[in-house]
């Protein structure tokens, strides 16, 4: 472990994106990243399924997605970036979603 992360598990709220979260989550951040492109964004808004489908999304990365689960998607390993992606498209603020993530 990077020395500088000793002892991180102990902070509460803290979810550090590593390499093995960054790998389990590489098909939902692929998929999130995704909502840049026009096409992307209508397929999600009007068939989340096809979409999910499309990006092959597991079942649990689809019920994160489709509830918002904002400290859910950060615990799986989404990254922030590829979060405000997903806020923008579902109507969500920044503020909105950090205060979610929040509680």
């Not at 998929?31 to 999910?52: M, Q």
């Not at 990006?55 to 979060?83: C, H, K, M, N, P």
Request: zero cysteines.
């Amino acid at each position: 472990m990077n020395p500088q992360l000793a002892g991180i598990e102990s902070l509460p709220g803290t979810y550090v994106f590593d390499l093995a979260r960054s790998a389990k989550a590489l098909v939902l951040n692929r998929f999130l990243h995704g909502l840049t492109v026009p096409a992307n964004r209508e397929l999600f808004r009007s068939d989340p399924e096809a979409a999910f489908e499309r990006a092959g999304l597991s079942q649990e990365e689809r019920a994160l997605v489709l509830s918002l689960d904002w400290r859910g998607l950060i615990r799986y390993g989404a990254s922030f970036f590829t979060l405000e992606k997903l806020a923008r498209v579902s109507g969500v603020s920044n503020p909105e979603m950090v205060a979610a993530m929040r509680g």
